[in-house]
């Protein structure tokens, strides 16, 4: 098992006791897990809308790890987030599939439509807080691609004019 230090003034310093209590209750019931580390994460992001970089540290310590291999596996991740997300949350299918129907495409209309710029695959939040605009990985509508998510829902055969009116259906102004 890997060494690991102690948290840093900073990291204990952005961490709100709220996210500090929620990942201490996650670790109480997930840490003697074999491979606890993925659970961990998922249920500490379900809880908060994301992993706080304040919090690696204590996750790392949770669960015998080093503060890099955690932060490795939710930076590898694109599923995992560490800023809160915006008000509504739009994911675009990058997959093979959804490729070849014009996804790339889709996305940079995203982009443009809801100020939020996706760099080296990981999600981005508007500046006024509205939208986070996230690539993933298969959405299991390959037949129906291109495919998004809004708020969980999801939505196939996509074309910017069909993404504009469902982002205007929303009430939200990027
Ligand atoms: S490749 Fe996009 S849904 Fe499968």
Redesign the pocket.
């Known amino acids: 098992m890997s060494s690991h230090r102690p948290g840093t003034v900073t990291d204990a310093a952005a961490a709100s006791a709220h996210a500090r209590s929620v990942t201490q209750a996650v670790l109480a019931r997930r840490a003697h897990e074999p491979g606890a580390l993925l659970p961990v994460l998922h249920e500490v992001q379900e809880a908060l809308g994301h992993v706080p970089r304040g919090v690696v540290q204590q996750i790392a310590d949770g669960l015998n790890l080093s503060r890099a291999e955690v932060h490795g596996v939710i930076t590898y991740y694109h599923y995992f987030r560490s800023e809160p997300p915006g008000r509504h949350v739009v994911q675009v299918?990058?997959?093979?599939?959804?490729?070849a129907?014009g996804?790339d495409a889709l996305l940079a209309h995203a982009q443009d439509r809801l100020g939020c710029t996706v760099h080296a695959g990981h999600g981005a939040r508007s500046v006024d807080g509205s939208f986070t605009l996230a690539p993933?990985?298969?959405?299991?509508?390959?037949?129906?691609?291109?495919?998004i998510v809004i708020d969980d829902r999801l939505h196939?055969r996509m074309t910017p004019a069909r993404f504009d009116a469902l982002i205007g259906q929303l009430g939200a102004t990027p």
């Open positions: 299918c990058r997959a093979e599939a959804c490729k129907m996804a993933v990985f298969c959405l299991g509508l390959c037949a129906s691609s291109p495919a196939a």
